[in-house]
């Protein structure tokens, strides 16, 4: 069953540098929901970056308001957004983002080791994390003995590992294969179905097969239909 994991009601964001105004975001109301994979669509510098950070609570809106799970976040200070975070929501990113030195499971343990769990436990749950995406037998795996997609699928499984509500993902397929690209979202199409809210900032119009629902963001204003194909090339 869908519920309402996030929602934003006229947010904007706005930079300034000196006597320019850039309009990042324009004023947007929308909101996501549990059981569904999104895709953010839009071209290079559209906003959709923007428009994930502020659903990931990474950056405050210039106006307007955020509700997770209800609650209203806009004003929470730094350090509890940066607990929300932390036990709310995965992050998956481009570059994967793995800590070099560190095997794979011991990369997928970090989050819980910030949430102060013991190493016992954080171990149990990164290898059970690992084991959803495939991976249990790399889990002693150094990021440079990994593929391009075996380590995206480390980043899925340290995402996942502290059973957030919510994952975001910024171009999650950008540095993959065309194999490797559809094997990564079809676990996050797993995600989904299994009750996380999948949200997936991309430019790649290839993967609206597996959406259940794309919104598009084109020079900071979001709607529901695309302007022009020829854009995302």
Do not use: W
């Amino acid at each position: 069953m869908e519920t309402e994991i996030v929602k934003l009601s006229q947010v904007n964001k706005i930079y300034k540098t000196g006597d320019t105004t850039i309009t990042a975001l324009d004023k947007t109301s929308i909101s996501f929901e549990t059981h569904k994979l999104t895709l953010i669509m839009g071209p290079s510098g559209s906003g959709k970056t923007t428009l994930l950070s502020i659903l990931g609570c990474v950056i405050y809106p210039t106006s307007g308001q955020v509700f997770y799970k209800g609650k209203e976040v806009t004003n929470l200070k730094e350090s509890h957004l940066a607990e929300l975070r932390l036990h709310e929501i995965g992050f998956v990113f481009q570059q994967f983002n793995l800590i070099e030195p560190l095997h794979a499971l011991e990369n997928v343990m970090q989050p819980l080791i910030l949430q102060k769990i013991p190493v016992a436990e954080a171990k149990s749950k990164a290898k059970k994390a690992l084991d959803e995406v495939g991976l249990s037998d790399r889990m002693y795996n150094l990021p440079k003995k990994l593929s391009g997609g075996q380590k995206q699928r480390v980043a899925i499984a340290r995402a996942l590992v502290t059973d957030p509500s919510m994952i975001l993902c910024d171009e999650p397929t950008a540095s993959l294969d065309a194999k490797s690209a559809e094997i990564i979202m079809e676990e996050l199409k797993s995600l989904a179905s299994r009750g996380k809210a999948v949200i997936i900032v991309t430019h790649d119009l290839r993967l609206r097969k597996f959406a259940d629902k794309v919104i598009y963001v084109e020079e900071g204003q979001v709607s529901n239909t695309i302007k022009n194909e020829e854009d995302y090339k």
